[in-house]
Every structure is written in C-alpha cells, then in structure tokens.
C-alpha cells in the first residue's frame, strides 16, 4: 500500500473513531473560551497595571487547548493497541514506517486545521473584547490584526505548535503503547518544566528550565513585545519543541520496528 493510500485509510478510521471529532471541536472552544475569559479579565487604565503584549495575552487558551490536543494524539494510535486494531492496520500496511507516517500526516492536517480556527477565534475575541477593557488607542495599543507582521507570527507561531504537541503526543503513544501513561507522559512533559522554574529560586536554572521546556520554550512564538527579556528566541523555542517532538516520534518508531503489535 502506498503512503497516499495509508493516508486515507488513517482519515477514514480518525473521523470515523467516535469521540475524535468532538476532540478536535473542544481543542478550539477550549481555546476560544479560556482566551476570551482572560481577555475579558484584563484592565487596563490608569490605575491598572496594564498586559503590554496584548496579542500573547489573547491567545493564552493554548494553554489549555493543547491538553485537548494531546490527548487526542495519544487515542490516535494507543486506542488500536487497546482494541488489537494495530494489527488489521500492520497487515494491511506492512511497512511500519509508512503506518507512522501516514498517522503523522493525518493528525498534523487536523490538529493545524482544528487550530486555526482555535486562534483565529481568540484573536477576533481580543480584537473585540480588550477596547472595552481599556486596551484602547488613547493607550497606546491598536486593535490586534493579523496583518501586522508580529501578531501574524504569534497566531501562526500558535497554530504550529499545537500541531507539534500532537506529533510529541503521537509519538510518546506510539512508544509507550498505554493511553493512560501515554497521556501522562505527555502532559507530564509539558508541565512539568514550568513547575521546576516556579519553585527553583536560582535565576539560571529558572531561565534554563524556560529554555529547555517543550511548552515554556514554544510558547516564546507567541511573544510579540520585550523580546530582549525572552529565555528564548520565538522562532527558537518553537524549534526546541520540535526536537522534543522528533526525538518522541523517533522513539515511537524504533518502538514500532523492533517490537509485535
């Protein structure tokens, strides 16, 4: 079977799976919904100290809509394993690379259509609620448009990398073969390094956790002000979440080779 054909066997099982469709909904109103209540929370005048990166603060519902995502990844192959699907699917696609792949291929094309919409809502939410919470011309921030050059990069930044957590989501799965650990192992990852930065009380290793973080580094796309006082370079940091998600799906594929479904 070929890599196209193995595409469309793996779009036919994920849109046909139940629960799939309505994960990838809830990534984007997850997403929309938290941006829009921390948008709706912000201030900003005089007596309010005001976010000065207004297009990172309307798209913190990532924060939020990656768990969604992640999860999803890991049903996306760790469910064949927990119904012996896996080895329909490997008899009928004998070459375990192309399997992969091809389960690479169709999770990435909906998780970055599934986040589109997410950040393209969140963004349209910020335009609309933050001039009512202050955020206004008279202070100095204009409304957010995905034509200005910074803004553009932080929602497509966002959207990348949520497709990201889904390949590191995929591969840890793919790996580890259990929902629950896959998941745990997942999510674990992402949240784990933010919580050693919290409490470690050494400057350098706080901005080291930053930078070596699958979420705290990628998360730096979203950036668009003070750049300077970034652990990381945006472009940079999303480039460290895409080594940890290489190296998980590297490791789902040795798996994948050297053990029987």
């Avoid at 553009?152 to 929902?179: D, E, F």
């Avoid at 973080?213 to 940079?236: D, E």
Wanted: with cysteine.
């Amino acid at each position: 079977m070929t890599l196209a054909e193995a595409v469309h066997a793996e779009w036919t099982k994920l849109r046909t799976a139940p629960g799939n469709c309505w994960l990838l909904l809830a990534a984007a109103a997850l997403t929309i919904t938290v941006s829009a209540a921390v948008d709706a929370a912000a201030g900003c005048s005089l007596s309010v100290s005001c976010q000065p990166d207004v297009a990172r603060l309307s798209v913190t519902g990532i924060w939020a809509g990656q768990a969604v995502v992640a999860v999803l990844a890991v049903l996306v192959i760790s469910d064949e394993y927990s119904t012996g699907m896996i080895r329909t699917t490997l008899a009928a696609i004998p070459r375990r690379t192309t399997v992969l792949a091809a389960k690479a291929a169709v999770l990435g094309g909906v998780v970055l259509c599934s986040g589109t919409v997410g950040v393209a809502g969140s963004i349209l939410a910020g335009r609309l609620i933050l001039p009512g919470r202050g955020y206004t011309v008279a202070h100095g921030y204009v409304p957010l448009s995905l034509a200005d050059g910074p803004t553009l990069r932080a929602a497509g930044g966002s959207v990348l990398y949520l497709t990201l957590i889904a390949l590191l989501g995929l591969g840890a799965a793919t790996a580890l073969r259990n929902s629950a650990a896959a998941i745990a192992g997942a999510l674990g990852l992402l949240y784990v390094f933010p919580l050693f930065a919290h409490v470690t009380s050494d400057p350098t290793w706080h901005r080291r956790y930053e930078q070596i973080g699958p979420m705290t580094a990628g998360l730096a796309i979203q950036a668009t002000k003070n750049l300077g006082q970034l652990p990381i370079a945006p472009w940079s940091g999303l480039g460290v979440l895409a080594a940890w998600a290489a190296g998980a799906m590297i490791a789902g594929w040795l798996v994948l080779q050297v053990r029987d479904a």
